[in-house]
């Protein structure tokens, strides 16, 4: 079955990195998301990254994608109060019409 | 940009009340989606629909039906509201998928629904 785990809270310092990090079961995701959501508001995709690339960066953000271990992480260089949001990961199943399957989302704090 | 508007932000209601929770998108997207956000849980899938008319089950579809009579609307409906359905109620929508393209979603700000 398919199932996405992430761990729930994460505290970093301002100007720090910050690694959240996800590991899903389902083999057959074609495509792997991270969401970012602010306090009161709906999900923003934030990137994505395709089942067969293991590395994607854009601007202040690496994903990485482990195929192997079914592991998937977000690294926020110089990390901001303005990061501070709950971060979901999402696997997308092809067989499966394409259906997202989200984590239970990761509370990012960042402390001055 | 595409729009995902959610009718209410917040709203409370009686248990055994019917309740309805609106989404309308204005891209024209084939498949919307309704999920029900809980902390520690994240996002479960309760029903989607591929096209008007259409509706399939997700994976907590009980105490809920939906209805899809026009391509832009998504209706989720509360049959008989219960305390264990207070909940962020999210909605979403996105293009029929194109082969070797994203399946980009685009969520609602969503709905805070308090069952007392």
């Known amino acids: 079955g398919e199932d996405v785990e992430q761990s729930l809270f994460l505290s970093v310092r301002e100007g720090d990195s910050s690694v959240i990090n996800c590991t899903y079961t389902?083999?057959?995701?074609?495509?792997l998301y991270w969401y970012k959501q602010e306090p009161g508001a709906g999900l923003q995709l934030l990137t994505y990254?395709?089942?067969?690339?293991d590395m994607k960066q854009d601007q202040r953000l690496t994903v990485l994608l482990n195929k192997k271990d079914k592991h998937l992480s977000l690294r926020i260089a110089d990390t901001q109060t303005g990061d501070s949001a709950i971060y979901f990961c999402?696997?997308?199943?092809?067989?499966?019409?394409?259906?997202?399957?989200f984590g239970q989302g990761t509370e990012l704090s960042v402390k001055p | 940009d595409v729009k995902v508007t959610q009718s209410s932000r917040y709203l409370v209601k009686r248990t055994g009340e019917k309740v309805f929770l609106e989404c309308v998108q204005d891209?024209?997207?084939?498949?919307m989606f309704w999920y029900r956000q809980d902390p520690g849980l994240g996002l479960r899938l309760i029903y989607f629909?591929?096209?008007?008319?259409?509706?399939e089950k997700g994976d907590i579809p009980e105490g809920y039906s939906v209805s899809r009579e026009k391509k832009e609307r998504f209706s989720l409906i509360l049959e008989s509201a219960s305390t264990n359905q207070t909940s962020m109620y999210l909605c979403?929508?996105?293009?029929?998928?194109?082969?070797?393209?994203?399946?980009?979603?685009?969520f609602g700000s969503g709905t805070r629904l308090t069952v007392v």
């Open positions: 979403a929508s996105r293009a029929t998928r194109d082969r070797g393209r994203v399946y980009g979603y685009t």
């Open positions: 389902d083999s057959s995701s074609t495509y």
């Open positions: 990254i395709f089942s067969n690339m």
């Open positions: 999402a696997e997308t199943l092809y067989n499966q019409g394409g259906k997202l399957i």
């Open positions: 891209m024209d997207h084939e498949n």
């Open positions: 629909s591929y096209d008007v008319k259409m509706k």
